[in-house]
C-alpha cells in the first residue's frame, strides 16, 4: 500500500496506540472522582496537560483538550463572538479556510455578526496590509489557518499576530491543524491568542485535539456541565485521548526538522515530475509547506483517477477530506483565480515523515499511466 492522504488523516503510531490502550485499562476512573483511583487519573491528565505545554513552549493553564480541529475551531470563533459581542460585532477570516472555520463564520452571520472574508493572490495567500485595512473599532476576532489543507500555501500569521498585538481588545485566532509537524509556529508572544491542533493529523487518534487560550483570553463555552477543563469544555475527560494526542506530539516533534527536510525532498520530485507531464498543472505554489501537492488533470474526473489509482493500492484524495463528497467545484482553487477546468479537476497528494522516494517514483508511474488510460478511453 502506497498512501498519500495524510492531509485527511494519518496512520497511528504503535506508541501512541500503546498510549491509549494502557491509559485506558490502568487509569479508567472518572478524574472528577474524589476516591483514590479518580485522584490518579485526575493526576495523569493534569501531567499530560503539563507535558502538553511543555512541548508548546506555553503554559499549562493555556492547554484544553478538544476532540479535534472541528470543535477546536468551533470553541475559538463562537467562544469569542459570543462572549465579546457586546464590544463589537465584526469579525474577519479568509476566502480560503477549512469548512469548521467557513462554516462556524457562517452561522454567526446568521446571528448577525458582520463577517469580513479576505481574498486571496494566485497562490492562495492573504495580504496582511489588505487585513490590517479591514480591522474596525468594532472589530473582536481575526480567524485564519496556517497552512491550507488543498494547497499547502502558508499564511502570514507570524505578521497578522504583529499586527493583532497592536489592537488589545482584538483576539487572533489561527488553525495550526495542516501546519503541527510541517511549518512550526512559536505561540509565545506571537500575537497569537487561540490556536488548534489535531491528533489525527500527527498519527494520533481521530477524536483528540487540543486548543490552546492564551492567558486572559476569555470564551463562551459550547458545552456547559460539570465545568472540567477550566469550565471552556464540560464533560468527562478523555483521558486516554489526552495522553495519547500527548504522545503524538511528542514524536513528531522529536521527528521534526529531519521529518521536514525528508518532505521537502519528495515535494521537489514530485512538482518536477509533474510538471513535466502532459496535461497536469500544478496548484501548489513554490514556497508551500512541505507535505502538500495539489495538482489538476483538466478534461480527467478526480474521482475517477482516484479509484483508478486505488485498485493498485494508491491513495490520494480530491480536496479536504470534510468536503470531498460533496460538489466536484474547489472553492479554494476558485478563490485563486482558477477556472472551472482546473477547480473541478483537483487531487492532493499529501506526504508523512515515513513516505519513501521509492513510493513517490510508484506513484509516478502509476499516475502517468492512468492519465494515459483515462484520456484513451475518452479519445
Known sequence: MIYLDNS??????????????????????????????GGEAEKLMAKAKE????????????IVFTSGGT????LAIKGIALEHQGRGRHIITTAVEHSSVDEAFKGLEQLGFDVTYISVDENGVISAEELNDAIRDD???????????????????????????????LFFHVDHVQGVGKVPLELT????????????????????????????????????????EQALRSG??????????????????????????????????????????????VNTPEDAAPHIINI?????????????????????STKSAC??????????????GHGTDRSTSALRISLAYDTTEEEIHIFLDALAEAIDQLKAVLE
Open 296 to 316: 489538476s488533470v483538466p478534461g480527467l474526473k478526480p474521482e475517477v483517477i482516484i479509484h483508478t489509482l486505488g485498485e493498485r493500492d494508491i491513495y490520494i
Open 71 to 74: 470543535e477546536g475551531n468551533n
Open 323 to 336: 468536503s470531498s463528497k460533496q460538489t466536484d467545484e474547489s472553492k479554494i482553487l476558485t478563490a485563486c
Open 189 to 228: 508572544d506571537s500575537g497569537i491568542d487561540l490556536c488548534t491542533i489535531s491528533g489525527h493529523k500527527i498519527h494520533g487518534l481521530k477524536g483528540t485535539g487540543l486548543l490552546y487560550v492564551k492567558k486572559g483570553t476569555v470564551l463562551y463555552p459550547l458545552f456547559h456541565g460539570g465545568n472540567q
Open 51 to 62: 507535558q502538553a505545554s511543555e512541548l508548546l513552549n506555553v503554559h499549562r493553564d493555556e
Open 236 to 281: 468527562t475527560e478523555n483521558l486516554a485521548g489526552s495522553v495519547s494526542l500527548v504522545k503524538a506530539l511528542r514524536l513528531i516533534k522529536e521527528r521534526e526538522h529531519a521529518g521536514i527536510k525528508h518532505m521537502y525532498m519528495l515535494q521537489r520530485i514530485l512538482r518536477k515530475k509533474l510538471s513535466e507531464m502532459d496535461g497536469v498543472e
Open 8 to 37: 485527511a488523516t494519518t496512520k497511528p503510531e504503535p506508541s501512541v496506540l500503546q498510549s491509549f490502550y494502557q491509559a485506558s485499562e490502568r487509569f479508567f476512573a472518572n478524574p472528577s472522582s474524589i476516591h483514590q483511583l
Open 139 to 169: 472589530t473582536i476576532l481575526i480567524s485564519m489557518m496556517h497552512v491550507n489543507n488543498e494547497l499547502g500555501s502558508i499564511q502570514p500569521v507570524e505578521e497578522v499576530g504583529q499586527i493583532a498585538k497592536q489592537y488589545p481588545k
